[in-house]
């Protein structure tokens, strides 16, 4: 089933509520005059607060995507859709949950 496709004026945060910095290697693929994001793509986080219960701070600061389009692709690689399956990560790598997409464009859509 097709999904709106995410760019970089799409909006994302980590599962406590951080912000998602979105780019791209993408040059060659605009929808609304920003550039669609890539399965390759991985992104930072900024203002995550998450904290263990023992009191160590371990915050998202990075987005690794696992799952991407299926069939649509910029320059052989999977867009993002609002249904893409990512992890965001601290910073030894220990993965905190998926992203939220809480903004996206809605004129293209992508499977």
């Known amino acids: 089933m097709a999904d709106a496709i995410l760019t970089t004026a799409s909006t994302l945060m980590c599962p406590h509520g951080g ?11 605009n929808i609304e005059g920003s550039p669609a994001l890539l399965l390759s793509d991985r992104h930072t986080v900024s203002g995550c607060p998450f904290t263990l219960p023992s009191g160590t701070p371990q915050p998202c600061v990075s987005v690794q995507w696992l799952v991407g389009a299926t069939q649509t692709q910029v320059g052989g690689v999977p867009v993002l859709l ?30």
């Open 19 to 29: 912000q998602v910095q979105l780019s791209t290697s993408n040059s060659q693929a």
């Open 82 to 111: 609002a249904n893409s399956v990512g992890l965001c990560l601290s910073a030894a790598q220990i993965p905190q949950g998926p992203p939220s997409v809480a903004q996206v464009q809605q004129v293209v859509k992508g499977s």
